[in-house]
């Protein structure tokens, strides 16, 4: 299933910006959802995942406290609101959607089996 992202850009130290990413289908709700992300010459890591409901979430700890995700099941959509962003924050964004649906939350990258085409997010000094 196709996964839609958007809402990277190129913003300054301190800026905000929130990705979304949409997943067509009735099994949204049925899925752990996670963002993933890839620095230049650097291996993909975790940023976030959030568990079926939009009731429990993990962040990296390179991330807590400034970003945030979450979930609307009626849209199908997953969130992840970026605070006070640093040019460390530099990265291509990769929303993920679990392997099995009823799974439990996760920050795993093997337990995510489809992934969008990612967002570039650039944050200038």
């Known amino acids: 299933v196709q996964l839609a992202e958007s809402g990277g850009g190129l913003v300054q130290a301190g800026d905000s910006l929130r990705l979304s990413c949409a997943r067509p289908g009735r099994t949204f709700s049925t899925y752990v959802m996670g963002w993933f992300r890839q620095a230049p010459g650097k291996e993909r890591e975790f940023v976030a995942s959030i568990d079926r409901s939009g009731n429990s979430a993990l962040h990296a700890d390179s991330v807590k406290g400034r970003f945030t995700i979450s979930r609307d099941n009626a849209k199908n959509t997953v969130y992840l609101q970026m605070n006070s962003l640093t040019p460390e924050d530099t990265a291509v964004y990769y929303c993920?959607?679990?392997?099995?649906?009823?799974?439990?939350?996760?920050?795993?990258?093997?337990?995510?089996?489809?992934w969008g085409q990612g967002t570039q997010v650039t944050v200038s000094s």
């Open positions: 993920a959607v679990a392997r099995i649906p009823y799974g439990s939350l996760t920050s795993r990258q093997r337990d995510f089996g489809s």
